[in-house]
């Protein structure tokens, strides 16, 4: 699309309205929500009518500039930012429904820090799924990081607790807490969910999402922000050919960072968010 | 023009937003719209009976996609689950096989993801839970070792089934998808016929990446089936409807949960109620 028009020199009220309708389909396709899709386009519209034409861009030239920058704003500063606390350790929660990638991103985590010289902790507090437990388990002997596991009779907020308390003994400067996935609209879970938070008072509560979800993303961020509360995102399985609209949702409706993607199912594969990189893939 | 003004532009854009927020995608959003158009043009259609004809729309679509599980002519009859990592393939596996047996039928769960940390350990849990045995081989193995065995395994114990998981795997992934087809092509070796269904396992979250993952995957080894999975939740599974679309691959159960008889028959009634909120 941008190819025809940049061959353009004035642009007609209808050029910019073709424009904005491949934006909108562009933008559709890729898994932005629609309500987002709206507001983006009605945004860009309204900078391109209003805009001084500048003599160093063609008005075509002008329009991509708009969606570029517009896309840019929306999608945040780089990410990769933990917020340290400065008395260890660290408290970091993973949240997230079923099969987002949190327990393999636990690890990749917990490697990454390992890596940068910290000396991390996980917390095996996913009680619910069979084998949870061992998965992270093995998953943290693959990054030589310890696991703390549940003991019986134990709830997930107990297990965190312990491992909490255990960091302060190790001693290990930061804490990844592993829960089991649940959806933001059920209640019980929900409730769990701030209960292992009100007992360990984590400095980040990570929302962990799948790069391939489609409209449903933003209803689940909101719903997460609002019951649990989110400091920052993830995005996993980036490595897919999935365009990943459902970054700009989150982004829209929670204001808060991407701080790292999954790129991989090894455990080496977690880079930090690069918001340019994510808005080219989204707009294809 | 009096019955003429069913769909007006505030009407529509409401419409737009319940299809397009169920990921039915842009294209299918046009057509269901634009075949609602003509509806509310030639037959008058009063403003009220707008959402019963889009549920009956939807519906039709998939009115055939609804069919029972195959049964091999002779011998066990051998499932494969396949899909995108964390799709749902190792609950659903088990799911199945509780189902099965539910029915009086004899069934076996095949651990043929050896590579994910834990895969073979949690459906050895669902197995016990299910009552059904479990074949598995140690992590990190030949996973066409581990459908080899467990159909032969199934043949020789005379049982009606064997329900194979599958580790999760990208779609773009090369290497992964031809493990995929030599796993296929083991099945086929140990039993004639074999795989008689290969069950793609779809996330109902899953936006418009879904229907390339319906396209590779069924390019790649001949799916027979879909399975929407994670209903429960306040995902749609519109996707399901371009899939359908596309490649009239028949859809065979819907999860709506994450226990052991939490796997329902798809019903393209419930499902278009659902679908449109
Ligand atoms: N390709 C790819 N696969 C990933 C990535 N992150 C996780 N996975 C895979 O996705 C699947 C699900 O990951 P899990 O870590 O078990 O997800 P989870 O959120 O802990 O799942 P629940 O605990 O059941 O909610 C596994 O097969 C992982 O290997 C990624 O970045 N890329
Ligand atoms: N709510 C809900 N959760 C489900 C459903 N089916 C599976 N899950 C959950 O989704 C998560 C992933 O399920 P798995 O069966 O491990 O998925 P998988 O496709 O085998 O994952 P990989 O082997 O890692 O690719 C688990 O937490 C399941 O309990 C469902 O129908 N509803
Ligand atoms: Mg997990
Ligand atoms: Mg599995």
């Known amino acids: ?284 | 023009v009096g019955g003429r003004r069913a769909l007006d532009a505030e009407t529509i854009e409401e419409l737009e937003g319940v299809l397009l927020g169920a990921d039915m995608g842009a294209a299918e959003t046009e057509r269901l719209i634009g075949v609602l158009r003509e509806a509310a043009a030639t037959e008058r259609l009063a403003p009220e009976e707008v959402p019963e004809r889009l549920r009956e729309l939807v519906a039709g679509d998939l009115r055939g996609a609804a069919r029972p599980l195959r049964r091999a002519a002779s011998g066990p009859t051998v499932v494969m689950m396949v899909g995108v990592n964390g799709s749902g393939k190792t609950t659903t596996a088990a799911k199945l096989a509780h189902l099965l047996r539910s029915e009086g039928a004899t069934t076996l769960l095949a651990a043929a993801d050896t590579f994910r940390a834990a895969a073979a350990e949690q459906l050895g849990v669902w197995a016990g839970r299910a009552g059904v045995d479990l074949v598995r081989h140690t992590a990190g193995g030949d996973p066409s070792a581990v459908i080899f065995d467990a159909v032969t395994a199934a043949q020789a114990r005379g049982l009606d089934s064997v329900i194979c998981d599958t580790a999760g795997r990208l779609h773009n992934k090369a290497n992964l998808m031809a493990e995929l087809q030599k796993m296929v092509r083991v099945a086929g070796r140990a039993c004639p016929g074999a795989p008689h269904e290969v069950l793609l396992v779809l996330d109902a979250s899953t936006g418009q990446n879904g229907l390339v993952q319906a396209c590779v995957f069924t390019e790649a080894v001949r799916v027979t089936g879909l399975v929407l999975t994670k209903l429960d939740t306040t995902a749609r599974g519109g996707i399901v409807l371009a899939v359908h679309r596309a490649l009239a691959l028949p859809i065979l159960y819907v999860g709506v949960g994450e226990g052991l008889a939490d796997l329902r028959p798809f019903d393209a009634d419930a499902f278009a109620t659902a679908v449109l909120g």
Do not use: Y
Not at chain 1, 69 to 88: D, F, I, V, Y
Not at chain 1, 121 to 141: H, I, K, T
Not at chain 1, 174 to 182: L, N
Not at chain 1, 196 to 219: K, T
């Open chain 1, 1 to 284: 699309m941008w190819q025809r028009l940049r061959g353009k020199g004035r642009l007609t009220p209808e050029d910019v309205d073709q424009a904005l309708r491949e934006v909108r389909l562009a933008l559709l396709e890729a898994d932005v929500h629609f309500k987002v899709v709206r507001d983006f386009v009605a945004r860009v519209r309204e900078r391109a009518v209003g805009e001084e034409v500048m003599k160093s861009l063609t008005p075509a030239q002008q329009v991509v500039k708009i969606v570029h920058e517009e896309m840019q704003a929306l999608m945040g500063a780089t990410g990769a930012r933990l917020q340290m606390s400065p008395h260890p350790p660290t408290v970091i929660l993973l949240c997230g429904l079923q099969g987002a990638g949190k327990t393999t991103f636990a690890a990749k985590l917990a490697g990454w820090l390992q890596r940068q010289g910290r000396r991390p902790l996980l917390c095996a507090a996913d009680l619910q799924r069979p084998a949870a437990v061992e998965q992270l388990q093995v998953n943290g002997r693959q990054v030589g990081v310890p696991v703390v596991a549940p003991e019986p009779g134990q709830h997930p907020q107990d297990v965190a607790a312990d491992a909490v308390a255990r960091a302060r003994s190790l001693p290990a400067d930061v804490v990844i807490v592993d829960t089991a996935g649940r959806s933001q609209a059920d209640i019980e879970l929900m409730t769990e969910l701030r209960t292992v938070r009100d007992r360990i008072h984590p400095h980040e509560v990570l929302l962990v999402l799948d790069a391939m979800a489609g409209q449903d993303a933003l209803g689940v961020a909101r719903g997460f922000a609002e019951g649990v509360g989110v400091d920052g995102v993830v995005l996993t399985r980036l490595d897919s050919d999935a365009r990943g609209g459902a970054a700009l949702s989150v982004r829209a409706i929670i204001d808060r960072p991407i701080k790292f993607v999954g790129s991989g199912e090894r455990l080496d594969a977690i880079e930090p968010f690069h918001p340019e990189r994510m808005a080219s893939r989204i707009l294809g």
